[in-house]
């Protein structure tokens, strides 16, 4: 596959760092979050003209890094410092604690593993480098799979489940390491490729393996393969591109977030906007997360 795309401006709305796209099969819903507002928002996804229209916003204290749904529609919800469980009824139950108190580091990207456990990163909010984490979820208790991050972005994996795939956006590496999808179990950590041009933000992966990654302050959505070979390119209007998902009923939508922060909306009016464009491959079905047992 090869290509150049556009995306289209797919919301009304503004969102100063919209983030973290995820498509819901069994509501036929899209939910995101916005970063600095510290909401997580709903939305419908019109397949046929990529239109999203929100319809509900949930607000909480602080920054919101990311968002992952249960079969049942309960939440978990990456706030500050901490993991937040939402569920149907809306009540809100502190799950894990990831980042000690008052540390100037937040929870940012996160994404459900093949067996329905939760993955989340943190980043520096200070000049601090090499000092962040990326953990997996196991029940209520944070297992620790690297402390030595910058800016923990994207997550993915690969169609079988056996390779994940990570980013540090500082260095702007791309990582990979073995996977046991069922245990969760992971192997030696590998560079697979660096990003010359832009920041590598957040990531998914497509069915056959390809991996689409959001360049912040680059404008545009890299298609590569595992080996780093560029196989298509999105452009977006907006600079500051933040995170791709496949969405709606077949995947086929690539819905993409990005930041209005810091932005001159004036030279850029289509910062903090959501966008969509088909691409012509499907993307990998988002797995439900699995709560834990009460």
């Known amino acids: 596959m090869t290509g150049q795309f556009t995306a289209t401006q797919a919301s009304a709305e503004v969102y100063a760092l919209a983030e973290g796209p995820v498509w819901d099969p069994a509501r036929k819903h899209l939910l995101w979050v916005d970063i600095d507002a510290g909401a997580v928002h709903e939305g419908r996804l019109d397949p046929g003209t990529g239109a999203v229209t929100a319809t509900t916003a949930h607000t909480f204290g602080g920054t919101v890094g990311a968002v992952a749904v249960a079969a049942d529609g309960e939440f978990v919800v990456a706030e500050r410092e901490v993991l937040t469980r939402v569920d149907t009824a809306g009540r809100r139950t502190e799950l894990a604690r990831v980042l000690p108190p008052g540390v100037r580091s937040r929870l940012n990207d996160g994404a459900v593993d093949p067996a329905g456990r939760f993955l989340i990163g943190s980043m520096a909010l200070d000049d601090r480098k090499g000092q962040d984490v990326l953990v997996r979820l196991d029940g209520t208790a944070c297992v620790p799979l690297d402390e030595?991050?910058?800016?923990?972005?994207?997550?993915?994996?690969?169609?079988?489940?056996?390779?994940?795939?990570?980013?540090d956006s500082v260095p702007h590496v791309v990582w990979e390491r073995d996977y046991d999808p069922v245990t969760g179990r992971t192997g030696p950590r590998r560079e697979l490729f660096r990003l010359a041009d832009g920041m590598p933000d957040g990531m998914c992966a497509d069915a056959e393996g390809n991996l689409w990654i959001a360049v912040f302050g680059g404008g545009r959505v890299e298609c590569r393969?595992?080996?780093?070979?560029?196989?298509?390119?999105?452009?977006?209007?907006?600079?500051?591109?933040?995170?791709?998902?496949?969405?709606?009923?077949?995947?086929?939508?690539?819905?993409?977030?990005?930041?209005?922060?810091?932005?001159?909306?004036?030279?850029?009016?289509?910062?903090?906007?959501?966008?969509?464009?088909r691409v012509g491959v499907r993307g990998l079905a988002t797995p439900y997360w699995v709560p834990p047992r009460s």
Do not use: K, M, Q
Request: aromatic share 6%.
């Open 148 to 167: 030595d991050l910058t800016l923990s972005n994207g997550l993915a994996w690969s169609p079988s489940g056996d390779r994940l795939y990570s980013i």
């Open 225 to 277: 393969d595992p080996g780093g070979r560029l196989l298509a390119v999105v452009e977006v209007g907006a600079p500051d591109v933040t995170c791709p998902a496949f969405a709606g009923p077949d995947l086929d939508v690539l819905v993409i977030t990005t930041s209005a922060s810091g932005v001159d909306v004036a030279e850029h009016p289509g910062s903090g906007h959501l966008f969509t464009a």
